[in-house]
């Protein structure tokens, strides 16, 4: 029944004379997500408005579905076509409008029309209505309200001639590819997916690092984390997921630091390595993790101070004043919720001390790294070594 979508889309609509610039990444990124629906899509741009037209048979909730997947959109409005475009034409394709898509009409409504061809021979206050007047009469059961109406119709008269009512919400934020990239430090759980996901949102490309710990982590750990991110990507695009074995550096932190502190170590050590394949890839300028304020003894004030001054790039942590249910809902939304929840084990909870330090002084844990030092710089070498790049999802 719908031929076509309009896309709202709110924040790139202030960026001024950058406002091209948005529109253009927001075209590319809904041609590129109808890309992999079956059918023929064009995607244009009209008075700051994005237009998608079918050009042919299509499935609607995969449509709908790929659209909800672009950062940008605010909302997704399936449109008719009006084929006969006289005043008498569209009044009757607004009753048959209501006819169609509201089997219960108890509802409050006001037409709006926008009347973007001035040369229509009806003002959109007529439009309105005019329109108005053919569906009350249509629908008894109907009635107006111009303040607070339950449903909204909308008219558009263009060079070509459409209405629509609903609009399905999208993801909001801003189009892929409008600032920059980051490298996502990706593990299990149930955050740092959701961190990725809130950075991409802001028009963010990812990249990934995942730190394994063979033969003390398995390969369906391993594939966990793969899974994450190719859900991840139907959102983000492509991510280039790398994977340093860190097995060597966990053991000599587990074998020559006080266990209470191996945690912080430990994530420190994870900061150095994201930051060096952060510096090896181009146009890369920040870290991202999942951590939030006080969610674990190592999330404290304290130890976020002790872990973030182990690297230089900003550390993005978009989750910090997120409650943990909130995450998971979040989660739930982006369906990587089902993955997360898989109890495989991560590197990190193998080597945990029952009692580890909430309170971590930076000089106690820099000083306990010194004992470190005739192995350490040799281990990060090696382990760099080992990184491993899986692609996951497509440009
Ligand atoms: P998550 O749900 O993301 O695993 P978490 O609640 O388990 O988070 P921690 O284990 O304390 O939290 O990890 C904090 C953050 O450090 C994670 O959100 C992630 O960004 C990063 N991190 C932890 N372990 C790894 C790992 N093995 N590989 C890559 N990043 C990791
Ligand atoms: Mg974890």
Known sequence: MFHAFLLKYAEIGLKGKNRHV???ALVKEVARKLDKVDGEFEVSRING??????????????????????FG?????????VEDQSPEGVIKAAV????????????????????????????????????????????PETH???????????????????????????AGGLPLGTNGRALLLLSGGFDSPVAG??????????????FNAPPYTSERAKQKVINLAEVLSEYCGKIRLHIINFTDIQMAIYQKCPHDELTIIMRRYMMKIAQHIAENTKDCLGLVTGESIGQVASQTMKSLFATDDAADLPVYRPLIGFDKQDIIDKAEEIKTADISILPYEDCCTIFVAKHPVTKPNLNVIKCSEQRLNDVIDELMQKAIETDEVITVGKD
Do not use: Q, W
């Open 49 to 70: 408005r994005i237009y998608v037209e079918a050009k042919s048979e299509y499935d609607f909730d995969e449509a709908v579905e790929a659209m909800k997947h672009v």
């Open 22 to 24: 948005f529109e253009d």
């Open 96 to 139: 048959k409008f209501i006819e169609d898509n509201y089997p219960d009409r108890n509802f409050s409504f006001k037409v709006d029309t926008r009347r973007a061809n001035k040369n229509y021979p009806m003002l959109s206050m007529e439009m309105d209505a005019s329109a108005g007047e053919a569906i009350l009469n249509a629908f």
């Open 144 to 170: 107006v309200d111009v303040h607070n109406p339950e449903v909204v119709l909308h008219i558009e008269l263009r060079a070509d001639i459409f209405m629509y009512s609903k609009m399905i919400k999208g």
């Open 73 to 81: 959109v605010v909302g997704i409005c399936p449109v008719t076509h």
């Open 197 to 210: 996901y809130m950075v991409a949102r802001r028009g963010v490309y990812l990249d990934a690092v995942y």
